[in-house]
């Protein structure tokens, strides 16, 4: 199934929905039973929990209350805790009762701030939640910045100071080795999966929101991608034939990259349109080449942009392949020439699949990205009715409805000349295969970044090398 990300809206209305719960305070004792379980887990893993130390920091809401519910909870368990009060006065007063009660140590404030001692274990951060805006505060700041380097961070909820709608990480803010959240993952998850480290989710008996608002963000899991497969009545038309327009004579790299990326994508055909078409059909063979799109034969989609050039032939040949009403992925110099003639996808009703880099995302806007990535690749896409992939750490894939695929590559290793040749190759057999743009990009981001991890197992590598780790990439996209 899908996972959902939840804006901190969506997360209260789930929590009023719930009625009781929230009222009485059961949401509340769950989730800091739920926060109290992965430290002390974590404790577990690395040698018990009696005798060991946590710090928490704790902020004026109920993000705070959380922390010191969970602290008292460790406390009893045998864990030495040490609370600093960012807000005295505003610690939630049955959290702060309960975690004294069990034993847990307040840290004295000396001058209008206070610092947790040295040699901790683990450090909770219930600075903020849901209800944060902005960065760290000073105060907050000194404490995390005074942790030795090596301490283990868990956020309840979210790391404080990275947003929780839009993922903004401020500075400062805190980085979070394991983030534990409640009921549903929240959009910061996703959008700041970096910054979040291992996400916990934790069941505390909350429903759906009743209303989402768009950009509506979520995510495939592993299970959720089933890569086309050839089926007994198949041959190599009817699995859709991809079409690569890419790359020169001069500069064949491009064509190369993408049209092995499609080759290994799909079991069909791929065919090639361009000057390089020499130089690939000697690394694929395979590969039904031609220099004229006039000679191209029938596809099922195209691939178009990869190094082709945006000079007025490369113009032409786009304007021609955009006026069919096959589906369409406009990647690197094609989306160069659509940034000053967006006319040419502005009328198109056929699928199209635009996969700018934020580069390329401001020249199709007239504007630099800012932090805000989903609202920004969501607005694209409505404004042009067509679906965009923005790529990076966190690939988001927005089609015209307000829907929005994301996808954390779990590393920057494809962050490699030529990685987006290959990226345009596997998503346009997708297209060819059948499937939405959204979908042919999410997947297709999905397995490259998986690719890249195979490749890479801790070193750099190059487009050529993630190219090669695509097949065992794909292999565990293989259902049935
Ligand atoms: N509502 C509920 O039923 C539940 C809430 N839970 C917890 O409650 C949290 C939400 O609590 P709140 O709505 O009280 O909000 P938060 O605790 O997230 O933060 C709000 C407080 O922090 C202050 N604040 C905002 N930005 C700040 C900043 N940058 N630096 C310092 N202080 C800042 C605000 O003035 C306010 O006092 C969730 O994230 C979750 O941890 C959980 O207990 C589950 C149940
Ligand atoms: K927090």
Redesign the pocket.
């Known amino acids: 199934m899908p996972m959902q990300y939840l804006t901190a809206d969506e997360v209260?209305d789930a929590?009023r929905a719930s009625g009781d719960l929230?009222a009485n305070g059961t949401?509340?004792r769950r989730?800091?039973h739920g926060v109290a379980r992965v430290v002390a887990a974590e404790l577990n893993r690395t040698g018990g929990c009696y005798g060991r130390r946590v710090g928490i920091v704790v902020?004026?809401?109920?993000?705070?209350?959380?922390a010191l519910f969970a602290g008292a909870e460790l406390a009893r368990r045998g864990v030495a805790v040490h609370a600093v009060l960012?807000?005295p006065d505003?610690a939630h007063p049955a959290g702060l009762a309960a975690f004294r009660a069990a034993g847990g140590r307040v840290v004295p404030t000396t001058g209008g701030g206070a610092a947790l001692p040295a040699g901790l274990d683990i450090v909770v951060d219930g600075?903020?939640?849901?209800?944060?805006?902005?960065?760290?505060?000073p105060a907050?700041a000194a404490v995390f910045a005074a942790l030795a380097p090596e301490t283990t961070v868990v956020a309840?909820?979210?790391p404080?100071?990275v947003d929780c709608d839009t993922g903004e990480v401020h500075d400062p803010s805190v980085r979070a080795d394991i983030t534990v959240t409640?009921g549903h993952p929240r959009r910061v998850h996703l959008l700041a999966a970096p910054r979040c480290g291992r996400l916990a989710v934790v069941d505390?008996g909350i429903g759906k929101p009743s209303e989402r608002v768009a950009p509506r963000l979520f995510s495939f899991s592993d299970e959720d991608i089933d890569w086309p497969v050839p089926g007994p009545a198949d041959d190599k038309y009817t699995q859709g034939v991809v079409g690569v327009i890419a790359g020169s004579h001069r500069y064949p790299g491009a064509a190369i990259l993408a049209s092995g990326a499609a080759v290994t994508a799909t079991s069909g055909m791929t065919r090639y349109v361009g000057s390089a078409h020499a130089e690939v059909v000697s690394h694929f063979p395979e590969v039904v080449a031609v220099p004229d799109l006039a000679e191209a034969g029938r596809v099922q989609a195209w691939t178009v942009g990869p190094g082709m050039g945006t000079d007025d032939a490369a113009e032409a040949t786009l304007r021609t392949v955009l006026d069919t009403d096959l589906p369409v992925l406009v990647d690197a110099d094609a989306l160069t020439i659509v940034a000053r003639r967006p006319e040419l996808v502005a009328g198109r009703t056929a699928p199209t699949l635009l996969t700018p880099h934020a580069g390329e995302f401001a020249r199709l806007t007239g504007t630099a990205l800012g932090a805000d990535r989903l609202s920004a690749v969501a607005g694209l896409a409505a404004e042009w009715n067509v679906t965009v992939l923005l790529k990076g750490r966190i690939t988001l894939v927005a089609d015209p409805t307000g829907s929005v695929a994301g996808n954390d590559a779990g590393s920057s290793w494809a962050a490699t000349a030529g990685a987006g040749d290959v990226l345009a190759g596997i998503a346009g057999s997708l297209l060819a295969a059948g499937h939405t743009p959204q979908t042919a990009g999410a997947w297709a981001a999905r397995v490259h970044a998986r690719a890249a991890l195979l490749a890479s197992r801790g070193a750099p590598i190059g487009a050529s090398t993630l190219l090669a780790a695509l097949r065992p990439a794909i292999r565990e996209f293989v259902r049935g």
């Open positions: 209260r929590e929230l949401l509340m989730a800091s902020g004026a809401g109920d993000n705070g209350g959380d960012l807000a505003k600075v903020v939640g849901i209800g944060g805006k902005g960065p760290l505060r907050a309840v909820d979210l404080s100071g409640f505390i």
